[in-house]
Structures are given as C-alpha cells and as structure tokens.
C-alpha cells in the first residue's frame, strides 16, 4: 500500500484505529466515550459573568436601597409610600435568602422588583 514514494525512510507506518486479529479496524465504542466524559467530575454551578454571591449585610443594604430608591419615586403616592414602609419593616434577610439561594447581584434586582412590582401599582 505504502511505497517509497509515501514513506521514503521506510520507517513503520502506526494507524491511530486499532485492528484486530481478522485486520479489521475497531472503533472506539461511542457508548464508552460518552460514559468517560459523563463520570469527569466537574462541577455543575456555573455562574454566569462570574458575578459573586451576596452577603446577608449586601442584600439587607440593598434592599433597603431599593425601597428608598421606590419610594423617592414615589413621593407622591401616600398609599405606596405605607406599603414600602411596612414591606421593610415586615423584610427578613434569613426568610428572603433561604428562599433564594445563592443569590448574585442581578437576581437580586429580578426578585425584588418582581415583590415589589405588586407594592407600587
């Protein structure tokens, strides 16, 4: 098959396919190179743009940022101005992080503009 002219060092040519006794090429079986990539341990977290986990003193500020941030908005409205009052005065960081783990900055903003969203209308 080779001659000189493909192989001029008539050095050994290796195939990267393995071939067994009856010279037929074996492939790798996909089943088995699946499974190797399924058991890597690798973790399943990802964290998207790397953002940091928030602390209970960074969420209980920011909140409290936020609702004074609602209510400069809102100065106007006596009614909103009652609910945001007593929405932080009610806020309890442990109840608020236990329902929403390991929680980074945006899902901060995302969750409580969506309890609050309720609050302002």
Not at 100 to 105: D, I, L
């Amino acid at each position: 098959m080779f001659n000189n002219v493909n192989n001029p060092f008539n050095r050994a040519i290796s195939s990267s396919t393995s071939s067994d006794s009856n010279g037929r090429r074996q492939k790798e079986d996909p089943k088995e190179e699946l499974k190797k990539y399924i058991d890597e341990d690798e973790p399943d977290e990802v964290l998207i743009g790397g953002q940091p986990i928030l602390s209970e003193d960074e969420v209980l500020a920011m909140t409290k940022q936020y609702i004074a941030k609602l209510k400069n908005e809102h100065e106007n409205n006596e009614k909103v101005q009652k609910k945001l009052d007593k929405y932080l005065e009610n806020f309890d960081v442990k109840k608020f992080m236990k329902k929403n783990p390991n929680m980074t900055s945006p899902d901060f903003y995302m969750v409580m503009f969506n309890e609050t969203e309720g609050l302002v209308k």
